[in-house]
């Protein structure tokens, strides 16, 4: 019994999901093996919170006229729908530890309806954390059967089942829920905790049990398979960017049980066969409830033959004439051709569609379905916002290969270069790949349909296999808290994401004697390394400098280096040469005068949906970067002392209007970081406006304003007959074709691209009551969608503003980069060294600011790893790692100062609540590359 303690108490301090969901209630004797400690960081659950069970929450207190539940409801942080809460705060908890365990760490928890208790703090705030009073229920899945498995998942259904009848009698506010949104709310945490299982632990779920619906799982090989073909197309795109005459890459993707899966066609053709015939008098039972079959059939001979086999149907039925059988079934399977309308679209097709096309592809399907049918598989393509895509049929009289008219239908494309082919007959995928021979060639078998592979083996041809276009959200099986490593939170999956209520009541505050201390080590850290890089410099260039007797020379060539060194840069070394160093750096260091350098940067924290950050202010993020500077700067100065002269120009106004408060606070925050890092002599912030009414004269303003509205209006004019919010998509797909300055924007910068970019920045309405971050989520999990009847009417209209709005920021961000280019804003400084936060161009060097993550400051929310690296992610991403937010007084308790691991957290003060664990508040660090 201690060990099973000792055990759960090791794996709660390590695991995040189970730190913020689970608290440990053992035997008095065992506690001093788990250590003492209050909530909300200790895997123990401290005596100074309230252990409740499920009726304890709706019992009314004798002084007060409303249950317990109701005033933790009344209690809360942040207001949001009471089911909400209870969702979050109860029945996730339950559902998430009882996965987490099972999934994570082979444990198999049978826990009692009887012994399920919740933990509230003294205020009656839920912490979100269920309580484990006994061990005695678990098991590991290695020692367990399948009746004791799916004894476990009844037991925690039946948990769900006390919870929603409980929560149906409660009422909130007046308002009392109907047992069916009560239902539907605990079917959605259930689906959503129960998907991305690990494969070994979907097979072991699957069973007689209320939970087996709900069990789900994609292979890693299927997520590495997608992904490199998602990283093919962004190199083939990449390369075009730099050749625009080279073609666009393609994705080909085959329709029937490939991209569209025909379960109901496929269901009733099976039952037209079930009657008698020859060799089976009294019909085929096992057609008439196909429901029950191993696998369906498929309309490929080789797949019927393969099903026959698997099913056993030929050898219980060995007199039937199963050939004759197939060729019934065929015509079944495909008319009447309006019951084509009843197919479905693959698993993670749409996702997987939008990931290619964000990668600068396109998909084309490629089917064998006749054009007379082309209506039908549009009907079913639009339900998932696809019609944009390119369909390829065959001609209604075709008798040639199937195979060779998909070649040919390929071929007269002629623009595309075909980086990979999805098709689930062998003979279709030899045929293409000898034709496309660079291609990745990908076999499909569509979940619960046989092909004409067999079982256990890989496909004929020997081709990598597939059954959905799924991808997984996160790293399998990962327990620790990780950062993304996005470049852009359009790859995220954040319909599949945690916004961590609870982790949000686990909050760390730091003191004012922390901040400091957290600042002065980087400022410290950061001259210490200066010196180090400096001292290096001559060293690593002997062999140059050799060569080189003048002294100006000497010192361009080292701080050509030191712009050079992995901290300071980012991308190619080819665009910032020791020549074009020399070019900029001499005609300062012939007059010993500091060194201009402007970097462009810090316009505002996108905070608009929260999904990327949840204040307006600037963070511990934008503080490393003013460090990294100061590094720069310290560098330079042990080699050339009059250093730096660093201008940060600034365009909070610039390419989109804000308001004058949100610029102004996160500039006014800025100053204040510069001061705490001593950067102040050598560093200033100006925007980008006023240095260009100094430099090009007082008639800037007019001519600005004349300008952009002539290009603003010169899009619209353009734009006309196109509306974002009708067809997404098909919009997106078509406005290159009319963008009026496509070949005058600098760079060649898109308006698709800038339009995808700017999607998720702008500013959303939440209804009153609503959390931010969850409806931020519902809006953006397909922000495109439209046409799904199973969205709910109110996110459809939230996410057309959204595309309206983001399409009018397009416009004007756009309008502002052409008449900068007209205006000469390039120009404002003649004599500079230019950095770029963006991938350089020649001229131009990349500054890497935190390094590691691509991904800017004000782009998302400072974080810290386990290790005390500094960098930027998402932030909900972080909440659904299990980073909690740590607030500081420095910016105020309305917005996180950083997050950081709730398992890098502890309780050691109760009086002063959860604080970062010593080894990461005195090792918070930048990255050195």
């Known amino acids: 019994m ?33 250590g003492d400690g209050p909530q909300p960081t200790h895997p123990r659950a401290s005596d100074q919170v309230r252990i409740v069970s499920p009726a304890a929450l709706l019992d009314r207190a004798a002084d007060d006229e409303r249950t317990l539940l109701e005033q ?48 509230l703090t003294p205020g009656v705030r839920a912490t979100g954390r269920l309580v484990l009073t006994s061990v005695a229920g678990l098991r590991e899945t290695a020692e367990v059967d399948a009746l004791e498995v799916s004894r476990a998942a009844r037991a925690l259904h039946g948990g769900l089942n006390t919870l929603a009848a409980g929560f149906q009698q409660a009422t909130f506010d007046g308002r009392q829920y109907k047992g069916r949104a009560v239902r539907a709310a605990v079917e959605s945490v259930l689906s959503a905790e129960l998907r991305y299982l690990a494969p070994e632990t979907a097979a072991l779920l699957r069973g007689d049990h209320p939970l087996d619906r709900y069990v789900h799982s994609v292979p890693e090989e299927q997520d590495r398979l997608l992904r490199d073909v998602l990283r093919a197309v962004e190199e083939s795109s990449a390369a075009r960017r730099r050749d625009p005459s080279l073609p666009v890459p393609a994705v080909v993707i085959d329709l029937d049980l ?63 004439e199963w050939d004759d059988v197939h060729a019934e079934f065929c015509p079944a399977f495909y008319r009447p051709w309006e019951r084509l309308r009843s197919d479905s679209l693959a698993p993670g097709l749409v996702r997987f569609v939008r990931d290619v096309e964000d990668a600068g592809g396109e998909v084309v399907f490629n089917t064998g379905r006749r054009d007379r049918v082309r209506e039908h598989t549009s009907a079913v393509l639009a339900r998932g916002g696809l ?31 075909v980086v990979a082919v999805f098709d689930d007959l062998t003979e279709n995928r030899q045929v293409l790949r000898d034709s496309f021979p660079n291609a990745m060639v990908v076999a499909v078998e569509a979940p619960g349909f046989v092909s004409d592979r067999v079982p256990g083996c890989p496909p004929p041809d020997g081709a990598p296999l597939i059954a959905t276009f799924e991808r997984l959200p996160r790293q399998a099986g990962g327990s620790t ?75 361009a060539l080292l701080l050509h280096h030191v712009f050079m060194r992995k901290q300071f840069h980012r991308g190619s070394r080819g665009t910032y040469t020791p020549e074009m160093a020399r070019k900029d ?152 074709d009319v963008d009026p300055m496509a070949e005058h924007t600098p760079g060649g910068l898109a308006f698709r691209d800038m339009f995808r970019s ?143 691991p709730v398992t890098s957290t502890a309780v050691v003060d109760s009086s002063r609540g959860a604080q970062l664990i010593p080894e990461l508040l005195e090792g918070i660090h930048l990255r050195r590359k």
Request: glycine residues 6%; charged residues 25%.
């Open 72 to 119: 933790v409801i009344a209690n809360q942080h942040e207001p949001m729908d009471a089911l909400d809460f209870v969702a979050e705060h109860f029945v996730r908890p339950l559902v998430a530890v009882w996965r987490a365990l099972v999934d994570r760490h082979g444990l198999l928890l049978d826990l009692d309806t009887d012994h399920i208790r919740f933990e």
């Open 481 to 555: 808290p990780a950062l993304s490593h996005t470049h852009s939170i359009a790859e995220l999956q954040v319909g599949e994401l945690s916004v961590g209520l609870p982790a949000r009541g686990h909050a760390v505050n730091l003191s004012v004697a922390q901040t400091l201390s957290i600042v002065d080590r980087l400022v410290a850290e950061a001259d210490s390394n200066a010196q180090r890089t400096a001292a290096a410099a001559p060293g690593h260039l002997r062999a140059a400098l050799s060569t080189v007797a003048d002294p100006l020379e000497r010192t």
């Open 2 to 34: 201690a060990a099973g303690w000792q055990r759960l108490a090791e794996l709660v301090r390590r695991d995040a999901e189970l730190r913020l969901h689970l608290a440990l209630r053992p035997p008095r004797d065992l506690s001093a093996d788990l």
């Open 758 to 900: 700017i999607l998720h920045s702008v500013a959303l309405d939440v209804p009153a009551g609503r959390d931010r971050m969850s409806w931020a989520r519902a809006v953006y999990t397909d922000p495109y969608q439209m046409g799904d009847p199973a969205t709910p009417a109110e996110i459809v209209r939230a996410r057309r503003q959204v595309l309206r709005q983001a399409w009018s920021d397009t416009v004007r961000y756009l309008s502002a980069v052409l008449t900068d280019r007209e205006l000469g804003y390039d120009s404002l400084f003649t004599h500079r060294v230019r950095l770029t936060v963006s991938m350089p161009s020649p001229g131009r060097v990349g500054f890497a600011a935190l390094g590691g993550s691509a991904l800017l400051p004000w782009h998302g929310t400072a974080a810290v790893d386990e290790k005390g690296t500094l960098s930027t992610d998402f932030a909900i991403w972080l909440y659904d790692q299990g980073f909690v937010p740590v607030y500081s007084p420095v910016l105020g308790y309305r917005q996180p100062w950083l997050m950081a």
């Open 387 to 417: 019609t944009h895509v390119r369909l390829l049929t065959l001609p209604d009289d075709r008798v040639r290969p199937i195979a060779e008219l998909k070649v040919e239908n390929l071929r007269r494309l002629g623009d595309l270069d």
């Open 585 to 736: 750096l001499m005609p300062f260091l012939r007059y010993n005068q500091p060194i201009q350098v402007v970097v462009p940067g810090f316009p505002v924290k996108q905070s608009q949906s929260g999904l990327k950050a949840t204040g307006v202010l600037p963070d511990l993020a934008e503080l490393g970067v003013l460090v990294r500077l100061r590094e720069l700067q310290q560098t330079v100065k042990c080699l050339y002392a009059p250093g730096l002269r660093i201008t940060v120009l600034t365009d909070g106004h610039h390419f989109r209007p804000r308001p004058a408060v949100i610029v102004e606070s996160y500039l006014r925050k800025l100053n204040q970081y510069l001061r705490l890092v001593g950067g102040q002599d050598f560093l200033e912030f100006a925007d980008i406006d006023d240095v260009a009414r100094r430099r090009i004269g007082s008639s800037l303003d007019s001519e600005r304003i004349v300008l952009i509205e002539y290009f603003q209006n010169t899009f619209r004019k353009a734009f006309t007959e196109l509306d974002i919010a009708a067809d997404p998509m098909g919009v997106l797909s078509r406005v290159s």
């Open 258 to 320: 490939c991209g569209l899966v025909p379960k109901a066609r496929t269901l009733h053709a099976a039952r037209t066969l079930a009657g008698p015939r020859e060799g089976a008098p009294q019909g085929i039972p096992e057609l008439a409830r196909p429901g029950t079959l191993r696998a369906l059939p498929s309309y490929s001979k080789p797949a019927w033959d393969r099903f026959l086999e698997v099913s056993g149907v030929a050898g219980r039925y060995p007199d039937v």
